[in-house]
């Protein structure tokens, strides 16, 4: 059973228009991260939430913000997308404590024409 | 700041052939260190993962790797290569009170038949 969905896998959106990526957890992590991966690239930390607490990366550009609702939801809105934010955004979880897993979503793969 | 360095963005070996993947990290505190595989198109698996225990750590499909402080080196091998191994890996670094996960640039592996 799949553990962190994201949704869609797939998402068209035009310059500049507002675009929300969804994910879920079935594990009751406490922490939920936000990655952006560029084409042959490493995951880059965007943001995260430990419970309701946000941490903001800070070359994390203002056009990218996360809301997490409850312990299984968190999005994350690109508030006018640029050609350059076409990447994969990863989701991922934590229980909580520094040596336990991370666990990832499949990605939502974001195109901007 | 804590970073990881991975030698070499592509490496191909025959099938049956012991596959190394070579990773160095910076740290000034005893470090956690990671191996996550990424099939095209989906997110991080967790292949292994080093925190302070065992040295030679066992992950999962094979694969090992041996965190060496003198070299600060995290290399991780496989004996002997499989067509599925086909796939991106990449060393990672914790740092932080709870994971953040710094990656390194990635290594392709080719399995060539």
């Known amino acids: 059973d799949a553990m962190v969905i994201q949704n869609p896998r797939y998402q068209v959106t035009q310059f500049g228009k507002p675009v929300t990526l969804s994910c879920s957890q079935t594990l009751n992590h406490n922490v939920m991260y936000w990655y952006q991966q560029k084409s042959s690239q490493a995951p880059k930390l965007l943001f995260h939430?430990?419970?309701?607490?946000?941490?903001n990366e800070a070359d994390t550009p203002d056009n990218f913000q996360s809301r997490r609702p409850n312990t299984s939801f968190c999005f994350l809105d690109i508030r006018s997308p640029g050609l350059g934010d076409a990447a994969m955004y990863l989701c991922?979880?934590?229980?909580?404590?520094?040596?336990?897993?991370?666990?990832f979503g499949p990605g939502t793969r974001l195109t901007v024409l | 700041a804590q970073s990881v360095t991975q030698l070499g963005s592509h490496v191909s070996v025959s099938e049956g052939a012991l596959v190394l993947l070579r990773c160095n990290y910076s740290s000034s505190v005893p470090p956690y260190l990671f191996w996550y595989v990424q099939y095209p198109n989906q997110g991080l698996q967790l292949l292994l993962k080093y925190t302070s225990a065992a040295t030679l750590v066992k992950g999962i499909n094979g694969f090992e790797a041996e965190f060496k402080k003198s070299e600060t080196s995290f290399h991780l091998t496989k004996p002997s290569a499989h067509m599925s191994d086909a796939a991106e890996y990449f060393c990672a670094v914790a740092s932080g009170g709870y994971q953040k996960v710094t990656f390194g640039t990635g290594t392709k592996l080719q399995v060539i038949p």
């Open positions: 939430y430990y419970d309701k607490d946000f941490n």
């Open positions: 991922a979880t934590l229980l909580g404590g520094r040596t336990d897993t991370q666990y």
